[in-house]
């Protein structure tokens, strides 16, 4: 039973891979969909009985159903800078800014992502393709950590250099006849760009 759900499993993310994916989908699934996990589904989606201005964020059929205030234009397919989603984002208008926390303001290029999605009709693929995008294009690499409270932040990734404390020592060979310490110093320094100081008398 077992191996049928994984043998299904495969299927439907190398099914969802071999579709053609759109700029919008690139973007929701890399940018937007995390962005809002981190941001906004505090608020307006973890917990379905307590939405805040009832502005449903899980997913886009409850979006462009709006909420209290800005009702179905909250997200305006094709329209990014008429779409509240955005224009609250950039904390323009004063008293509702979003997120509401200073420490939680989104940077420009984070705006920008959504702004981008909606001009591009704000798609939101099925779960499968998110998960074959991230796959096919993510950036970094994921790390194996204790369980996280969510499923964005489990599968979230690092940049390499970061991961530099995790990684296994690296044992050099250092040439024969050679002292390792200079040996290993003149290495870097040519990696550099850097010439060494020429040799200084022994007088």
């Known amino acids: 039973m077992k191996l049928f759900r994984g043998i299904t499993a495969f299927f439907l993310v190398t099914s969802a891979i071999a579709e053609e ?12 969909k995390p962005l809002l996990a ?6 307006h989606g973890d917990d379905p009985k307590k939405i805040k201005g009832d502005l449903d964020m899980r997913t886009r059929e409850s979006m462009l159903r709006g909420g209290e205030t800005y009702e179905d234009e909250a997200l305006i397919p094709g329209k990014g800078e008429k779409s509240f989603l ?9 008293d509702m800014e979003m997120p509401p926390k200073e420490a939680d303001k989104l940077t420009k290029e984070q705006t920008w992502w959504i702004r981008d999605w909606i001009n591009e009709g704000a798609p939101w693929p099925s779960d499968e ?9 993510a950036e970094g690499e994921q790390v194996a950590t204790s369980k996280a409270l969510s499923e964005d932040w489990q599968k979230r990734r690092y ?3 970061k991961l530099w ?13 050679k002292n390792p310490v200079d040996w290993f110093v003149g290495k870097k320094l040519k990696e550099a760009g850097i010439d ?4 200084a008398s022994p007088r």
Request: contains cysteine.
């Open 21 to 32: 994916v759109s700029v919008g989908e690139k973007l929701f699934a890399l940018k937007v």
């Open 38 to 43: 981190q941001k906004c589904m505090a608020c």
């Open 86 to 94: 955005y224009i609250l984002s950039t904390r323009v208008e004063e």
């Open 129 to 137: 393709k998110v998960t074959a995008i991230r796959n096919r294009f």
């Open 159 to 161: 940049e390499i250099k």
């Open 165 to 177: 404390a995790y990684r296994p020592l690296k044992v050099e060979k250092v040439p024969a006849g």
């Open 196 to 199: 060494p100081a020429p040799a």
